[in-house]
Structure formats: structure tokens, C-alpha cells
């Protein structure tokens, strides 16, 4: 769960009313984070509990985004910068709890494994762009029901544990067997990642990833939505 710091949030609602810049800026970037997020201003106020009328005024730039708003706000989307939000400055999105864990993922998971930087950072390039792939896929397909979405991301998580593990024995194999014949450092990393990439077995398990994400095929995923839909009829 996520925590509000309300010292933050009042120091930021108090720039409002000693400065002078334009409210309507607030209300602008307010209305780019709800289109950032690919849904709808109705099911933003659903979500954070604003009132609609109220958020239209804000967005149309006739209020400013007052300290209940941001609270309710931050509370509800707690990776957008209220900074930013208020005053303009900064980037949009704080960095998410999420992303924080899966920093430290990679760091646990590098030193348990000797596969390089740059493997690594190829893995988990295609792990976030899947992520959003499914996200935006479950939006397309209208389902916001939260244990169906937790229980998707949570399978993908664990192909996402089994193509690290299978990428790792796989590059295990090849330094060996290259290293056995010639000097594997004369290998360039670009040459590393598509011999890694050549496994059928890594293959395999990548078209099915990119299936399931995209909610196709004979995929799990695919059942499940399935499934869903029967249950909501």
C-alpha cells in the first residue's frame, strides 16, 4: 500500500495560493497525466473519488487543483509528481514502487547469475515492454477487474523468471562450448545476445510470451479472459 506524505502535499497546495503563475497550467498537465494513463476522465474520477464537475473545472482551467484533490490524487496514482503537477517543474511520474523493486530485482538476480550487462539489460528491456503490452491489451479488452489483472501479471511475471533462468543456462553453455575452441572476450556483445537468441528453446518461450500478452492464440491469458467474460455474463 502506498503512503501519502500530507507535509509534502500541504507545502505543495500552499505554492499555490503564494504564486503567481497560471492555474491553468495545473489543470493542463492534470489533463496530459489522464491521457497518459489511456483512460477516461470518468473512470480517473472513479478511481481517485473526484467528483466529475469538479475535475472538469480543473482540467478547463476554471479551479486549481486544491490539497483534497491532491491527496485524492496522490493516493490513487501516487507515481505522479505533485511537483510537477502544481508548478510545472520536473518530470510527470515519480519513480513507482514497482519500478524501485525491480531495480533491486535486477541487482539480486545479477549477482546470482553470470550473465552480462548488456543480456541483462535486453531482458529486461522486453520484460517492460510486455508489461505495457498487457496493460494495454487488458484496456482494449475492457477488463478492469483487479484479481484478474493481478493474476495475469502474476503468470507473466513467472515466464519472465523462467526466460531468465533459461537465458542464463543458455549463455552458461555457449561460453563454454565457444570458449572451448576460441577466445570468448573476442566475441562482441551483439554477437553474444543473438547467439542467445538462436536457442529454439528461448524461441519457444518468447512467442509464447509475446501471445500472451496480447491475450491470443492457445494462450493462458487468453483463457482466463475467457473465462472472465463467461463469468460476467
Known sequence: MYYINIDIVYMLYNQIRSSNM????????????????????????????????HLYKITNGTNDPGFDTCSKINNAYPELSLTWL????????NIT??????????????????LDV??????????YSERKSLSSELR?????????????????????????????????KFKNDYSAEKDFNDLTEEEILEEIHLSPELKELESYIASFCVLG???????????????GK
Not at 514502487?97 to 553470470?114: L, P, T
Not at 475492457?142 to 502474476?154: A, C, N
Not at 492464440?217 to 463469468?231: A, L, M
Open 22 to 53: 497560471n492555474q491553468h497550467h495545473a489543470g493542463e498537465r492534470l489533463n496530459l497525466f489522464i491521457q497518459s494513463l489511456e483512460i477516461s476522465k470518468k473512470e480517473f474520477t472513479r478511481k481517485t473519488g473526484l467528483d466529475y464537475a
Open 86 to 93: 502544481i508548478t510545472g517543474s520536473g518530470e510527470m511520474k
Open 97 to 114: 514502487r514497482e519500478e524501485r523493486n525491480d531495480i533491486q530485482r535486477v541487482r539480486e538476480w545479477r549477482e546470482r547469475n553470470s
Open 118 to 127: 548488456s543480456a541483462i539489460l535486453s531482458l529486461f528491456t522486453s520484460e
Open 140 to 172: 482494449k479488452k475492457r477488463v478492469y477487474d483487479e484479481q484478474v489483472i493481478s493474476r495475469l501479471k502474476g503468470i507473466l511475471l513467472e515466464l519472465h523468471m523462467e526466460r531468465r533462468e533459461l537465458s542464463s543456462e543458455i549463455y552458461e
Open 217 to 231: 492464440g492457445k494462450s493462458q491469458s487468453q483463457e482466463i479472459i475467457t473465462e472472465h467474460f463467461k463469468k
